[in-house]
């Protein structure tokens, strides 16, 4: 009964810690004092960035940026704006690019020759977002903190804004800007903020290279601080980036700042300033203006130092260290459990064969949770809606999966007690196939872990293993997992290491559980109180960023280190060895909940998919769907002219997409010219319908030729004969955009091209009306334009 007791207070204090931990900060009101963050002030900037979707090239963007230069203007920045035209590298036969226009204000500081402090956000939106969250918050906490540094005095140095377009069209203003604007080269610090969500507490997770000095200001000047040197390792290896990458790769130091709770909004219609968390942009500014301060009124700026370890304890307490010192953590857990395990053999609670068992009981439990996270990922996600099914209902996915993890450790953990192999054997080896059974086939991840969890427990489950040496065993286990880390990724060890510090100082204090005074006794729930609440906000952050229930093992394996001597129960068959069952049975239930349950509601909308073509070589229209955003409101818009539907393939749409005739209407064609410039040089102009934003041509020469310019922006891309090569080009130009092509001799051209417009308010190609339970996502909505031409030279 008093480890029952030790457990629930462990788990309450934990919970509360973690609750606390990830709490956004109460919003300051507009009256808070100058000199302070105030959402209450930034919020007008919101709800006027995020009036409604503003995707690079849409006049609803031109409207953003005007009213951005009134606001920079207001607070003495004296704006610029910068116009790119920016070509991605090729991409096999695709090439991206666009026009965009970037806003450049400075705050002048005391010596204008030292580097500046940059503070940096994008302005424009993903097609069909409001964009309250990502990045209006942003870019109205980089106003608001330029208003507070002016209220703290003047700056020692220089403070730009830069505010870019094209972020979400590949970072297009970032690019042009460190490549080609002259203030990039006086830049000495960039603060980014951006945001995958609308709530949430705000995390530090990316820096600069060689971040030691940076780190050491954070440490002295972070409030209320989240971040740690795990995610920004995480973060470098997906395929993500944002403006901070185009500083980070110029050599620049800095920190990247975002946001994701409520990862639903991203990129959605969904993304209003009714839905962004104020605590979330308090969150921002307190901690940015923390940092920006310190750096604007520095007398130097962080100089470049060795990368450090870092992460946030709780509160304002900042660990950072060099990798190096990660090993200490590490030899003082190896020298506590040596001293643990040896009282506790002396004590006769511990022996090494049920400690290699334990071992393998700790192998399991990981193994176990993972195939049973791959299979409710599998089911819970399944059917219509996709990943945005889930993240509707993320609240009950994030408790299907803790009570899985938790019920499987558990479970692991009662049968480590027992000693029995039919139920652990047989567990994960149907979960392994019931992965195959959901997949329709060879599931590798999902049978994998379960097969080995199933060979795992027949080999090391005949027998019990007292809670002695199962602790034992596990601690073991994490000591040889923090190991590896250390020496293969340092920067991420320490999310273990202190876990594991925690574990094995309760192991030396009270002989690995074998000491059961309650004095003794409280020492095991603090600890793995404190631990808990660690966990509670890893476990948190990788629920809602990667999406991966399977990442849930790390924190799994994490309170495992503390909390294992609370969770095994007595040998034998108390009642309370069922406890991990009934977890388990819990989670499942909730997992089908969330797969039968219609999660759609006038808050979290089905995602549908309509917009309208115009062929012009032909003459004929279709509505488009597209079949994975199927919806009865998309279905019923598709057949209104009363057409079937059929799956068909387009070059303008990347997959196959359902699509039924619709009445044409009338569209101005674009204009298309060619002309040779000199032997060997050609220029090739097109010059969209107004109100284009996107413009997409398909190039096929019939001899050899080389792209040498799009625009203004300087390109060598080889364009095969006889082959199709992709330019897809934000926000044309309204006199059209312009390529330069080197060629050999005489030659042909086809050219094929599709137009994405803004949908008319009215007539055949407008969108019906959206029920409140859908939403249109992406282009959703957009009129494509498309048709051919022959041309020659």
């Known amino acids: 009964m008093g480890r029952s007791i030790a457990l629930f207070l462990a788990l309450v204090v934990g919970v509360l810690i973690a609750w606390i931990e990830l709490r956004p900060a109460a919003p300051a009101q507009a009256d808070a004092p100058t000199a302070q963050f105030s959402a209450g002030r930034a ?61 450049i204000g400075i705050l002048p500081g005391r010596d204008r020759t030292q580097p500046a402090l940059a503070l940096m956000a994008h302005y424009d939106s993903a097609p069909g977002a409001p964009g309250a969250g990502d990045d209006a918050s942003g870019v109205a906490a980089a106003l608001e903190i330029v208003r507070a540094l002016r209220a703290q005095g003047l700056p020692a140095r220089d403070v730009a804004v830069i505010l870019t377009d094209g972020e979400e069209a590949g970072l297009l203003g970032a690019r042009g800007f460190f490549a080609r604007d002259p203030l990039a080269k006086r830049l000495g610090f960039v603060l980014n903020m951006e945001a995958r969500g609308s709530a949430g507490r705000v995390q530090m997770f990316e820096t600069g290279h060689e971040n030691g000095a940076a780190i050491a200001l954070f440490s002295a000047t972070a409030t209320r601080p989240s971040a740690g040197s795990l995610f920004g390792e995480v973060y470098e290896r997906l395929p993500n980036d944002t403006d901070f990458t185009l500083a980070r790769d110029a050599g620049l130091a800095g920190f990247n700042y975002a946001f994701a709770d409520h990862a639903f909004d991203y990129h959605s219609p969904t993304d209003t300033p009714a839905n962004l968390h104020p605590g979330s942009l308090q969150d921002m500014g307190d901690q940015v203006l923390a940092a920006a301060a310190k750096l604007a009124f520095a007398s130097d700026l962080p100089a470049r130092a060795p990368n450090v370890v870092y992460g946030v304890l709780f509160g304002d307490k900042v660990l950072a260290y060099p990798p190096a010192w990660g090993w200490l953590p590490i030899a003082l857990s190896a020298g506590l459990l040596a001293l643990a395990m040896v009282r506790a053999r002396r004590r006769r609670g511990l022996t090494w064969g049920e400690t290699a068992r334990g071992l393998g009981a700790g192998v399991y439990a990981l193994l176990g949770a993972a195939s049973v996270l791959h299979l409710a990922g599998a089911v819970a996600g399944g059917g219509d809606g996709g990943a945005h099914r889930l993240l509707a209902a993320i609240g009950r996915w994030e408790a299907a999966q803790l009570l899985l993890a938790a019920g499987f450790l558990m479970f692991a953990a009662a049968e480590a007690a027992r000693g029995r192999r039919r139920a652990s054997t047989l567990l994960p080896l149907l979960v392994g196939l019931a992965n195959c059974v959901v997949a329709g086939g060879l599931d590798p991840i999902g049978l994998g872990t379960g097969l080995a969890a199933a060979l795992l427990a027949m080999a090391v489950g005949r027998e019990a293993v007292s809670r002695p040496s199962a602790w034992a065993g596990v601690l073991l ?12 990724a340092p920067h991420t060890a320490y999310v273990l290491a202190w876990p594991l510090v925690l574990g094995a100082l309760s192991a030396a204090t009270t002989d690995l559980a074998v000491d059961r005074r309650p004095v003794r006794l409280a020492v095991l729930m603090l600890m793995a109180a404190l631990s808990l609440g660690w966990v509670g906000v890893h476990a948190h952050l990788i629920v809602i960023v990667t999406g991966l229930p399977e990442m849930l093992c790390l924190p799994l394996l994490m309170a495992a280190l503390t909390i294992w001597p609370l969770i095994q129960p007595a040998a034998g068959a108390p009642p309370e060895r069922m406890t991990g069952r009934a977890l388990l049975i ?34 004929r229209a279709w509505r488009i769907g597209l079949p994975n955003r199927r919806t009865s409101w998309s279905d019923a818009a598709l057949q209104a002219d009363g057409g079937r539907i059929t799956r068909t393939s387009h070059w303008a749409w990347e997959k196959p997409v359902d699509a039924a005739p619709a009445a044409p209407i009338l569209i101005g064609q674009p204009g298309v010219s060619l002309i040779q410039l000199e032997p060997g040089l050609v220029e090739l102009r097109v010059t969209p319908p107004a109100g284009a934003r996107v413009l997409s041509l398909h190039l096929a020469p019939q001899a050899p030729a080389m792209l040498l310019q799009a625009g203004a922006a300087r390109a060598e891309a080889s364009l095969p004969p006889g082959r199709w090569t992709l330019l897809r080009w934000v926000a044309p130009p309204a006199e059209g955009l312009t390529l330069r092509l080197r060629t050999q001799g005489p030659g042909r051209l086809q050219l094929r091209y599709a137009v994405g417009m803004e949908a008319p308010a009215s007539g055949p190609a407008a969108s019906p009306a959206l029920p409140s339970n859908i939403m249109a996502l992406g282009r959703s909505g957009e009129t494509v334009v498309t048709g051919s031409r022959n041309l020659a030279w």
């Open 586 to 619: 819990l989670g499942a239930v909730l997992v089908a909940v969330l797969r039968l349950h219609d999660p759609w509601s006038a808050r979290h909308p089905q995602p549908g998919f309509l917009a309208y073509q115009l062929d012009q070589d032909a003459g």
């Open 43 to 103: 919020w007008a900037d919101v709800e006027q960035i995020a009036a409604a979707p503003h995707p690079t090239g849409s006049a609803a963007n031109r409207r953003v940026r005007d009213h951005l230069i009134a606001r920079m203007t207001e607070l003495g920045l004296s704006p610029r704006l910068r116009s790119d035209d920016v070509l991605l590298p090729p991409n096999g036969d695709r090439l991206h690019g666009g026009s965009v226009e970037t806003l």
């Open 477 to 488: 286990l994490g000591l040889v997992v923090t190991t590896a880390l250390q020496f293969v």
